[in-house]
């Protein structure tokens, strides 16, 4: 048997469905909050995989927000306060 035959035998089997993936997408759509709400018959694939991507582009930003923020604080806080110990260990979360 060629490796190509062996390859396409391999990637068949671990195929998604199309059932699968509307499930994925299902739960996809319960985790974002701007579709949380909604029917999921009345949301297309496209839109719940564009408001995911907003949301985590969202999630980053206020993440480094808050770090910066951290920094900020523990820039202007005494080096060996229990604070800035506090502080610095949530930054190395």
Do not use: F, W
């Not at 998604?16 to 994925?24: H, N, R, S």
């Amino acid at each position: 048997m060629s490796s190509r035959r062996s390859r396409s035998r391999q990637s068949s089997g671990s195929r998604i469905t199309d059932d699968q993936i509307i499930d994925l997408v299902s739960k996809l759509q319960q985790l974002i909050p701007e579709l949380r709400g909604r029917r999921s018959d009345k949301v297309s694939a496209s839109k719940v995989l564009q408001e995911t991507c907003n949301y985590i582009r969202n999630l980053h930003r206020q993440v480094d927000g808050l770090s910066d923020r951290l920094s900020q604080l523990l820039a202007s806080t005494d080096t060996d306060s229990d604070q800035a110990a506090i502080i610095r260990s949530l930054l190395m979360e």
